[in-house]
């Protein structure tokens, strides 16, 4: 019973042989002959890329006592219900003269026994949506349910980087995972390759690159493709791992001897500057010492006639500064006396009594006096009665 069944399917169905097939019938358990109206998909979604072909696996039954008459593939207009309720246009049709324009030398349909496969060649994007097969017997019509999704990749590839973290940086240790597809879906057709920082990882064929623990090796620039295949690889993508401060040295760019002025280091080096130097490096992730340096600094002769000159030259003009500076500090200490006179005019009497009896007193400043207890002895220094009118303030009345 179980060989003559396969001896149907093997067997090409040719007109003119009913005899055969009724006498096969008679055989056929009753659970056979009452077969239920069924469509079998396979795959049930799939992702090509453009121009490439797509195999629609599919078989279908019906109960033996119906007579095949109609078997169509059909695609709802993007509009229209996806759930095969409405027919859309035919991809393939029993009666060619139905099959739309756009698919019309572009299918091949499998036509064997209860097959119901379809080939289609030189897909894209306007081919993506859900295609359902439908049989028409003498006495009922079935369309299989769910229909197959087919998407179409729309190429360049790229890469898309995802981590456990939501809208975070990328610290070592953490999960991260790299992803070849395209702005519509990616094909399971590899083998896949991947590139870091344009080298091929060897290792990496699937369309997913896992990394489990990111390290800062991993820092780099990511692309993908296809092996062998001239589709264009896709743009990089920058895998910005965040790491604390490594391997932190300090380069002196001259070679051991370090000439006045020369350092990278240093604005301005000189003797003084010697000594053991090191540096630290450090970002939100962390820091780390440099090794330490050793640096001695040679003052070449030429330049140490100009060191003379420079510290006289400075010397100088710092020894005039003072004096200017010892200048306008004693005109300071005498300019605010005023007030202190006129709460102190016992003091002011006590020392410049003899004023009063001086000649040269007129006008009625006769008794002024000079205030000020810290005047120099220098009489250049003295502030005389003719003095511009700032110098006023320095003499007080006393009655
Ligand atoms: C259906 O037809 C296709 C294309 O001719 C073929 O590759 C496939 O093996 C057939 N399926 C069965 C179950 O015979
Ligand atoms: C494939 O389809 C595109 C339009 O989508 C067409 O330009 C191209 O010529 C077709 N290629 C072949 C080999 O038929
Ligand atoms: C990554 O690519 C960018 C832009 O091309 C480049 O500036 C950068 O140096 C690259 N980084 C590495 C680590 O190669």
Not at 286 to 309: A, D, M, W, Y
């Amino acid at each position: 019973m179980h060989l003559k069944k396969q001896v149907i399917s093997k067997t090409k169905p040719l007109k003119g042989q009913h005899m055969f097939f009724i006498s096969i019938l008679l055989q056929l358990p009753l659970s056979a002959v009452l077969a239920s109206w069924s469509v079998s998909y396979k795959p049930r979604s799939m992702c090509v890329f453009e121009r490439s072909s797509v195999d629609f696996t599919c078989s279908f039954d019906y109960p033996y006592i119906n007579t095949l008459k109609t078997t169509k593939w059909f695609k709802p207009k993007y509009y229209q219900k996806q759930d095969g309720s409405q027919e859309g246009i035919f991809v393939y049709h029993s009666m060619p003269s139905e099959i739309d324009q756009l698919y019309k030398d572009r299918t091949v349909y499998a036509n064997g026994h209860k097959n119901c496969s379809l080939q289609l060649h030189n897909v894209s994007k306007s081919d993506i949506g859900k295609y359902f097969f439908r049989l028409e017997t003498n006495l009922g019509k079935f369309t299989g349910p769910g229909g197959i999704f087919l998407d179409v990749a729309v190429l360049p590839f790229r890469v898309t980087v995802t981590m456990q973290k939501v809208n975070g940086h990328i610290h070592e240790g953490d999960s991260v995972t790299l992803k070849c597809s395209t702005e519509t879906c990616t094909p399971q057709q590899g083998p896949f390759a991947w590139y870091k920082n344009q080298l091929l990882l060897p290792q990496a064929t699937e369309n997913v690159l896992q990394i489990s623990s990111v390290s800062h090796n991993d820092f780099g620039n990511y692309s993908c493709g296809l092996k062998n295949s001239s589709i264009t690889s896709a743009d990089e993508i920058l895998l910005d791992v965040r790491y604390s401060p490594k391997n932190v040295e300090i380069t002196i760019l001259t070679s051991g001897k370090m000439e006045q002025g020369n350092s990278v280091t240093l604005i301005s080096a000189s003797q003084k500057d010697d000594g053991q130097y090191f540096c630290t490096a450090k970002n939100e992730m962390g820091s780390q010492n440099s090794t330490i340096i050793t640096l001695k600094v040679e003052v070449p002769t030429s330049n140490r006639h100009f060191l003379l000159t420079a510290t006289a030259v400075l010397f100088f003009v710092i020894a005039v500064l003072l004096v200017l500076f010892g200048l306008i500090i004693r005109r300071e200490q005498i300019t605010p006396k005023k007030l202190h006179t006129e709460q102190t005019p016992a003091v002011t009497e006590d020392i410049y009594e003899n004023l009063r009896q001086s000649p040269e007193s007129e006008e009625s400043h006769t008794n002024l006096i000079y205030a000020d207890l810290k005047l120099p002895s220098s009489n250049s220094e003295r502030p005389r009665s003719n003095t511009p009118e700032g110098y006023t303030v320095i003499y007080s009345l006393l009655s």
